[in-house]
């Protein structure tokens, strides 16, 4: 049985490509057709079972319980334990730390997006500026005037 710092370096490890390929299959575009047809049949599914099944293949935590059994058993990881017990205990710890890498990452996109904008329309004003036209905000102004 690895020591106790082996395994919560596997576990942080390994929770890095499952992050990966949970918030890539559902957010990024090179996955958006399937997903639309998962979506589409997550609402439109004759069954309860057909709707649910296909949901958790949109979203992000239901999907990274698929990847994190699939890196389960290419991996043998396992966590406190070496039986079966170990298994689970690790699945869900997985899981747990790649979402929380998920949610860090959305949160950095949103940052990113959000300076990129501020970025822009801090560049359109410097061109009216330097155009001598006054900001879209004064022309509002001198109009209401």
Not at 9 to 37: D, G, N, S, Y
Not at 52 to 81: N, Q
Not at 89 to 108: H, P, R
């Amino acid at each position: 049985m690895p020591s106790i710092a082996e395994q919560l370096f596997w576990l942080f490890t390994l929770a890095i490509p499952i992050a990966c390929i949970a918030w890539t299959v559902t957010h990024e575009e090179v996955f958006k057709e399937p997903r639309l047809f998962c979506t589409r049949k997550s609402i439109e599914g004759s069954t309860i079972v057909t709707r649910k099944f296909f949901y958790m293949l949109t979203c992000e935590y239901c999907f990274s319980h698929y990847v994190t059994i699939l890196f389960i058993v290419l991996t043998d990881f396992h966590l406190l334990r070496s039986d079966w017990v170990g298994y689970i205990i690790g699945g869900f710890a997985l899981v747990w730390i790649a979402n929380i890498y998920m949610s860090l990452y959305g949160f950095l996109r949103i940052d990113l997006k959000k300076e990129r904008i501020i970025t822009g329309i801090e560049e359109r004003r410097q061109k009216e500026q330097r155009r001598n036209v006054p900001p879209r905000t004064e022309k509002r102004e001198r109009l209401s005037n």
